[in-house]
């Protein structure tokens, strides 16, 4: 009996299964549903997402959690994934995405079109939509601002215990190193690195804001942020905010060079995408002019697409500035020599 009842109970099932399946697919095509990984979380995202949905009927629903958490689960789900679109933030990290094979190649003529090819994968693994700069900020009481205009300047022996970074193998850093080492070439990089270290005020540690409240209080004369920081506590009405900005200087670097080091913010389409002609078209909708606004300006950043003018005053009161033109796809790429150098130097 048993052996007789078994593969009935195993038909029944996979019959259940293939029911239940079949349900559901047919749930997700009328409903038109797009599921997005993204390790955002800005207020003006609500208005991004209502928009598209409102355009094209097709439902956003959104799994937010940090950058890394969000590769970490890609990658613990597996085919099983059900990620159409992941969103994350650096280069650095998109690469990472590209080359463990977590998001596929994806042509869109829009997409190619609108994006310049600085800021997009070669093949189309994945798309910058905003562009952020790495910065210089500086004590305005203990520091010339003339001594500081270059990132190569930090690495200078005048500037013995006075400077500040994040951890050398956070993005961020590895990005810019990743860029010097293009500049530079990988020995000068090692050569700036290893000054930097021999510069610092302290050991490398918290994030962004955290060394620009470092260079206010006076126990870093000088620091590397990323320019949205900057312009959150430029728009900041809290009175401890507005302390910390009037200690402190704003500099582009490396305006007589190459320009100052930029990167994005983007995303890309999943590998195992169960929509993937929608999460196309969310992407090219991230490209088009409405959505470029909400989607820099969510985290004051500049939006990729030419002509597409921010409306973010505090940001705008920073003025244009020369940019490197190194591509984000280049960048990332120099981001594992970047990554050998630090740990060879002690930059930790
Ligand atoms: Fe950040």
């Not at 109970?9 to 749930?27: C, D, K, P």
């Not at 991004?48 to 890394?68: M, Q």
């Not at 100052?260 to 999460?279: D, F, L, Q, S, T």
Request: glycine share 6%.
């Amino acid at each position: 009996m048993k052996i007789a009842i078994k593969p009935l109970a195993v038909f029944a099932t996979a019959l259940t299964t293939v029911l239940f399946s079949n349900a559901l697919l047919a749930e997700t095509s009328n409903s038109q549903v797009l599921n997005l990984y993204s390790a955002r979380h800005y207020q003006t995202d609500e208005a991004l997402y209502n928009n598209f949905t409102k355009s094209t009927g097709i439902a956003i629903k959104r799994i937010e959690l940090g950058d890394e958490a969000l590769l970490e689960r890609l990658r613990n789900e597996g085919s099983n994934s059900q990620a159409d679109v992941v969103l994350l933030v650096d280069a650095a990290r998109l690469w990472k995405m590209q080359i463990e094979g977590l998001v596929q190649p994806v042509q869109s003529k829009t997409l190619n079109e609108r994006i310049p090819a600085q800021f997009r994968s070669k093949d189309g693994e994945w798309y910058g939509f905003s562009t952020r700069a790495r910065v210089i900020v500086y004590n305005k009481a203990s520091i010339n601002p003339a001594d500081v205009q270059n990132y190569e300047d930090l690495a200078s022996p005048a500037l013995k215990g006075k400077v500040c970074t994040r951890s050398g193998s956070h993005p961020y850093m590895l990005s810019l190193v990743g860029s010097l080492v293009e500049n530079l070439g990988p020995e000068g990089a090692e050569k700036w690195a290893k000054a930097m270290v021999a510069n610092m005020a302290r050991p490398p540690k918290g994030g962004d804001t955290d060394q620009i409240k470092g260079v206010a209080s006076g126990e870093c004369g000088v620091a590397l942020t990323n320019s949205y920081y900057w312009v959150r506590l430029l728009r900041s009405e809290k009175a401890e905010d507005k302390a910390i900005v009037s200690k402190v200087g704003f500099i582009w670097p490396n305006q007589q060079k190459q320009g100052a080091h930029i990167n994005i913010a983007g995303g890309g389409v999943a590998k195992y995408a169960p929509h993937k002609e929608a999460a196309i078209k969310f992407l090219e909708y991230l490209s088009s002019n409405e959505a470029q606004t909400y989607f820099a300006d969510g985290n004051n950043e500049w939006p990729v697409v030419k002509n597409v003018k921010p409306n973010n005053a505090a940001l705008t009161s920073l003025g244009n500035y020369k940019a490197d033109a190194i591509s984000a796809q280049t960048l990332a790429r120099n981001t594992v020599t970047a990554q050998r150098i630090l740990d060879r130097v002690g930059y930790n």
